[in-house]
């Protein structure tokens, strides 16, 4: 079966300094993967997707960028956090077509 | 264009009452519908889903839904609720054009049970 796992669960930062979010799926090949960004009481905010190695779509504009260096693996980044970077980030899989998307269980990021 | 719109933000229901969160679709094609539930700090995990084989979809937990085109919804029901049904819900449509298979979820509804 599928699996997918992001890490750390909680993150605390100051401003300025680097991030880095890591996504593995197992168990499938060539998924679709994507990031989303939920802030507190908020809906789901798509931030990035990918559909194959070093493919890259940006849904909005921000401080934050997406790698994807292997077939099964996500990692979202930034350089310097903002305060307004703050959220709860999940990361999603999706073999295609009108199939459903499956999520990991996310990442706090408090920006201090 | 694809969206979906959920209609209450939050619903609060006595333990042992109907559940029934509500859901209307707007789409230029037969629509691909999901419901997902959230946990407190988890992620999203996948409920039901409509690819319309059948009107009404059974799920987990004991909810199902049922896709009427004539009203553009996609209620969610549960006959029974239990404590552990609190959370946060939520309805999504697939965009079909999308190569990417990317969905319009929803801003969700927090269901709150009372004892």
């Known amino acids: 079966s599928q699996t997918i796992h992001q890490w750390p669960a909680t993150l605390v930062q100051p401003v300025g300094s680097p991030l880095s979010l890591e996504c593995t799926v197992e168990g499938t090949s060539n998924p679709n993967l994507y990031w989303y960004r939920q802030a507190a009481g908020r809906g789901l905010q798509l931030l990035f997707y990918s559909v194959g190695i070093g493919q890259i779509s940006s849904e909005v504009p921000q401080n934050l960028s997406a790698s994807r260096p292997q077939d099964r693996q996500f990692i979202l980044s930034s350089k310097k956090l903002l305060l307004s970077d703050s959220g709860f980030y999940l990361c999603?899989?999706?073999?295609?077509?009108?199939?459903?998307?499956?999520f990991g269980d996310g990442t706090r990021l408090s920006i201090l | 264009a694809q969206s979906v719109t959920q209609l209450g933000s939050h619903v609060s229901v006595s333990e042992g009452a109907l559940v029934l969160l509500r859901c209307n679709y707007s789409s230029s094609v037969p629509p691909y519908l999901f419901w997902y539930v959230q946990y407190p700090n988890q992620g999203l995990q996948l409920l039901l889903k409509y690819t319309s084989a059948a009107t009404l979809v059974k799920g987990i937990n004991g909810f199902e839904a049922e896709f009427k085109k004539s009203e553009t919804s996609f209620h969610l029901t549960k006959p029974s609720a239990h404590m552990s049904d609190a959370a946060e819900y939520f309805c999504?449509?697939?965009?079909?054009?999308?190569?990417?298979?990317?969905?319009?979820f929803g801003s969700g509804t927090r269901l709150s049970i009372r004892p």
């Open positions: 999504a449509v697939s965009v079909p054009e999308s190569s990417a298979s990317k969905i319009i």
């Open positions: 999603a899989w999706s073999t295609g077509g009108n199939q459903p998307q499956h």
